[in-house]
């Protein structure tokens, strides 16, 4: 079984569109994560909710807009895409905000 | 702002020699995390690290935590082309109400047959 699963694996799209990434856990962490790891590997949160409620969110653009439905969903919409938004976006789950369970990522190209 | 700095960046050797990575704060960490990342997937945790001082032992990587509780150090011998992948160093931040983890920019490393 998938711990951490993201959907779609690759994303190819124009700028201007607006597309959706989702994520699921089935460890039952209260906690999940959206990362973005730009092109030098530098891996930088932009959200994360603790059961359901957004707890962290940094200075990410508000055309980045994360949901999370229930506590094993964590879903990222992001609308008006831009070039610089190419980039591989890994979602992640933790049961007690230290160890990061990842996802396989979803690597993001804005053409 | 604490800041996780990793040494070296890129790392290629051959099958069979030994190396160490660095990963050094200017700040104290409660803990400190060693995560691999293999091309094409997330990042997977290795060891974490909690005591100053502390060496944790995996198979052929060796982890330690420095005394100061500000820097660590991972050293493979006889490397293999299995450990390809990227090393990330994580901690937990600081001087917040919330669960932050902090990553270091990663040593990139290359073993070749």
């Known amino acids: 079984d998938t711990a951490v699963s993201q959907t779609p694996k690759y994303l190819v799209t124009q700028m201007g569109n607006d597309k959706s990434i989702k994520c699921e856990q089935n460890l039952g962490h209260d906690t999940m994560y959206w990362y973005k790891q730009d092109s030098k590997k530098f891996l930088k949160i932009m959200f994360s909710?603790?059961?359901?409620?957004?707890?962290i969110n940094e200075t990410v653009p508000n055309r980045f807009s994360p949901k999370s439905p229930d506590k094993a969903h964590l879903n990222l919409h992001i609308n008006s895409l831009e070039l610089g938004d190419s980039a591989v976006y890994f979602c992640?789950?933790?049961?007690?905000?230290?160890?990061?369970?990842f996802g396989p990522g979803t690597r993001l190209t804005v053409l | 702002t604490q800041l996780l700095e990793q040494s070296p960046q890129f790392l290629s050797i051959q099958e069979g020699e030994n190396l160490t990575v660095y990963c050094n704060s200017s700040s104290v960490f409660s803990s400190l995390q060693w995560y691999r990342q293999e091309p094409g997937e997330g990042p997977v945790l290795l060891v974490t690290?909690?005591?100053?001082?502390e060496v944790k032992k995996l198979k052929r990587l060796t982890f330690q935590f420095g005394d100061a509780r500000k820097d660590s150090s991972l050293h493979i011998t006889a490397a293999q082309p299995g450990d390809t992948g990227l090393y990330l160093c994580?901690?937990?931040?600081?001087?917040?109400?919330?669960?932050?983890?902090?990553f270091g920019p990663g040593t990139s490393l290359s073993v070749i047959p």
């Open positions: 992640a789950s933790s049961p007690l905000g230290d160890t990061q369970y």
């Open positions: 909710y603790n059961n359901k409620e957004l707890i």
């Open positions: 690290v909690v005591t100053g001082g």
């Open positions: 994580a901690g937990p931040a600081l001087k917040t109400s919330y669960d932050k983890v902090i």
